[in-house]
């Protein structure tokens, strides 16, 4: 059985806007398109990152204190900053 169309406010009888509520959720619609957006950079980002580690065959690159790890089977790329002798955990 077929849902029926929610009937929309009659005119004048609209409920009243809340304008931290209207704001709140402006705010969250925000964030999550941001998040979103952001998401897609980070994919292409390590879409490339893993296309330079094929090109040069590096499964492992160090530099700079700067460690980048290649994912062979499932082909993902992880990227950490070593830790200094001198900074507490």
Known sequence: MA??????HLKGMEPEEIPE???AAEHYELC???????????????????DLMRKHELLVYEHDGLIV???T?????KVK??????EPE
């Open 73 to 77: 089977p499932d082909e993902k790329v």
């Open 69 to 71: 790890t290649r994912d």
């Open 21 to 23: 509520l209207t704001t």
């Open 81 to 86: 900053r070593a830790k200094d002798e001198g």
């Open 3 to 8: 849902r029926r169309a929610k009937q929309k």
């Open 32 to 50: 999550c398109t941001s998040t979103v957006e952001l998401k897609k950079r980070k994919d292409e980002s390590g879409d490339h990152l893993i």
